[in-house]
Nanobody
Framework: QVQLVESGGGLVQAGGSLRLSCAAS????????MGWYRQAPGKQREWVAG???????NYADSVKGRFTISRDNAKNTVYLQMNSLKPEDTAVYYC?????????????WGQGTQVTVSS
């Protein structure tokens, strides 16, 4: 059974940084694609960033230049380095993985980690 465990969320002031981690376990195969989504209160879940084979990343326009996605294939872990955080980045952040080659993974999901940015 595949499990995704996220960590690294918390409360930070605007302009600060956080690093999210998501470790995948319970799979007999590696995942081609890994990524992050977020859901703010009262809003739909939105895609934030994705990375797949050859470590090609892609980002939503709202986070481009501030967030960096990376992965450690040996650890089956994906990271999201978030810099210059803004109050509008406040949301529950979810990681997701996929066996396909896509920037929008959705085979398996984590439980979410809260990120709160104060002004």
């Amino acid at each position: 059974q595949v499990q995704l465990v996220e960590s690294g969320g918390g409360l930070v002031q605007a302009g600060g940084s956080l690093r999210l981690s998501c470790a995948a376990s319970g799979s007999s195969f590696s995942f081609n694609a890994m990524g992050w989504y977020r859901q703010a209160p009262g809003k739909q879940r939105e895609w934030v960033a994705g990375i797949f084979s050859l470590d090609l990343p892609n980002y939503a326009d709202s986070v481009k230049g501030r967030f960096t996605i990376s992965r450690d294939n040996a650890k089956n872990t994906v990271y999201l380095q978030m810099n210059s955080l803004k109050p509008e980045d406040t949301a529950v952040y979810y990681c997701a993985v996929d066996r396909g080659r896509t920037w929008y993974p959705n085979d398996y999901w984590g439980q979410g980690t809260q990120v709160t940015v104060s002004s």
